[in-house]
């Protein structure tokens, strides 16, 4: 499994909205420019934020996006979904009956590995639901400064 890098672009972006005083917006050139990455790729992630509801953006001027929501009500399986969608993170071909055989394989009921990857899915699943972006922002805050994080946002924000 491989994330895209879009999934951690979001999490850094949804942690730097959750900066933002409550009624401003930031526009999507300074938080491209902030993290390094391109602002045409960002743009996307944005939009797939703002169709799952994590994120809300304006057009014009004044316009620019900030948090739907607040974190403690996204977790990273809420992400994960918005970036990479939400279809089954791991696929079986359901190759049984092949491995087995013709005659054997009229027995076959459900595929072992398939079995195998529903519970690696549901664990993920599971796990990704139970972190919160607001723990994330959290251990940032116990962790770091973010003086300078608050400085930039405040300088950007619109």
Known sequence: ?????????????????????????????????????????????????????????????????????????????????????????FESQNLLKRFLGEEEGKKAKRCVVTNSLDMIENTLVSTLTSITLSQVAFQAEMNYDLTDVRDWINHHKK
Do not use: C, T
């Open 1 to 89: 499994m491989h994330l895209s890098s879009g999934w951690e672009q979001s999490i850094y972006v949804l942690l730097m909205l959750d900066q933002l005083p409550e009624g401003e917006y930031i526009n999507s050139i300074f938080l491209s420019e902030r993290l390094g990455v391109s602002d045409s790729y960002l743009k996307k992630i944005i939009k797939l934020l703002d169709n799952e509801g994590l994120v809300k953006s304006v057009r014009g001027k004044n316009g620019g996006i900030a948090l739907s929501r607040p974190l403690s009500q996204i977790s990273f399986y809420d992400v994960f979904v918005a970036i990479e969608g939400k279809n089954r993170i």
